[in-house]
């Protein structure tokens, strides 16, 4: 049954809706990387309006969902594998780069989080009703805000121990200053710089390349993105 454009199955559950919903977010998502590749392109703020199109096609309804997206492992991979392709637009990865680090370095919130911070202000605001306040734009705003810093706390929590270390591990010791940064923007060669991907060994390591050396001194170096940073002369 579909009502108010959520679809139920027979067991009153939202399986059906994310078997529904998540392809025309592909679909949308798919369309719209045509218009973002990695070296040329719009800009990091372009990026993110990309992703509130995308978002807001797969968040719909979220309040009402939230709890059956946590139990449903299929719908839940589902969500990942969209946002992961949504983050490496953004971030101008490769799609060999780790789920954890092309999320942190895009500042994307895991979708799962999103759907669980939009019940807790939607339960609160129907508490609020119920007992006859109207709560204004600027109240809701609020409560939203301080939803969204237990997202951010476990975010930040789940990405301890989880792979990408090398950019999660830049990130995390200004891991709030970096999700609601105001300025600076990441570019193709900063990503790779956070990844350690690209001209840093990698394409020697996928084939690409006949030599790991490093591009920018002489010496028979290997090249990496951490030997780039600290070490390499060309760069003092």
Same mark, same amino acid.
């Given at each position: 049954? $579909?009502?108010?454009?959520?679809h139920?199955?027979?067991?009153?559950?939202?399986?059906?809706?994310?078997?529904?919903?998540?392809?025309?977010?592909?679909?949308?998502?798919?369309?719209?990387?045509? %218009?973002?590749?990695?070296?040329?392109?719009?800009?990091?703020?372009?990026?993110? %309006?990309? $992703?509130?199109?995308?978002?807001? @096609?797969? @968040?719909?309804?979220?309040?009402?969902? #939230?709890g059956?997206?946590?139990?449903? =492992?299929?719908?839940?991979t589902k969500?990942? *594998?969209?946002?992961?392709?949504?983050?490496?637009?953004?971030?101008?990865?490769?799609?060999?780069i780790?789920y954890?680090?092309?999320?942190? %370095?895009?500042?994307?919130?895991?979708?799962?989080?999103?759907?669980?911070?939009? /019940?807790?202000?939607?339960?609160?605001?129907?508490?609020?009703? *119920?007992? +006859?306040?109207?709560?204004?734009?600027?109240?809701?705003?609020? @409560?939203?805000?301080?939803?969204?810093? !237990?997202?951010?706390a476990?975010?930040?929590?789940? %990405?301890?121990?989880? !792979?990408?270390?090398?950019?999660? +591990?830049?990130?995390?010791?200004?891991?709030?200053?970096?999700?609601? =940064?105001?300025?600076? *923007?990441?570019?193709?060669?900063? /990503?790779?710089?956070?990844?350690?991907?690209?001209?840093?060994?990698?394409?020697?390591?996928?084939?690409?390349?006949? /030599?790991? !050396?490093?591009?920018?001194?002489?010496?028979?170096?290997? !090249?990496?993105?951490?030997?780039?940073? #600290?070490?390499?002369?060309?760069?003092?």
């Amino acid at each position: 049954m $579909k009502y108010l454009g959520l679809h139920l199955d027979s067991r009153w559950c939202f399986e059906e809706h994310f078997d529904q919903i998540l392809p025309r977010a592909e679909r949308a998502a798919a369309a719209l990387d045509h %218009l973002l590749p990695n070296l040329v392109g719009p800009s990091e703020w372009v990026r993110r %309006l990309y $992703k509130g199109v995308v978002r807001s @096609m797969s @968040m719909y309804g979220s309040p009402v969902w #939230a709890g059956d997206l946590v139990a449903s =492992r299929r719908g839940l991979t589902k969500l990942r *594998r969209l946002q992961r392709v949504m983050a490496i637009r953004i971030a101008r990865g490769y799609r060999t780069i780790s789920y954890e680090a092309v999320m942190t %370095l895009a500042s994307l919130t895991l979708f799962e989080l999103l759907a669980e911070r939009d /019940t807790q202000v939607y339960g609160r605001l129907r508490e609020l009703r *119920r007992g +006859g306040a109207i709560p204004s734009a600027s109240e809701v705003e609020v @409560m939203r805000r301080q939803s969204q810093q !237990g997202v951010l706390a476990k975010w930040k929590e789940h %990405l301890e121990g989880k !792979g990408g270390q090398r950019a999660v +591990g830049a990130v995390n010791p200004s891991f709030d200053e970096w999700v609601n =940064r105001g300025r600076g *923007r990441l570019t193709y060669r900063v /990503t790779q710089v956070f990844s350690g991907y690209g001209c840093f060994g990698h394409l020697h390591r996928i084939g690409k390349e006949v /030599t790991d !050396g490093c591009h920018h001194c002489e010496g028979g170096h290997r !090249g990496s993105a951490q030997r780039i940073l #600290a070490e390499c002369s060309a760069w003092e």
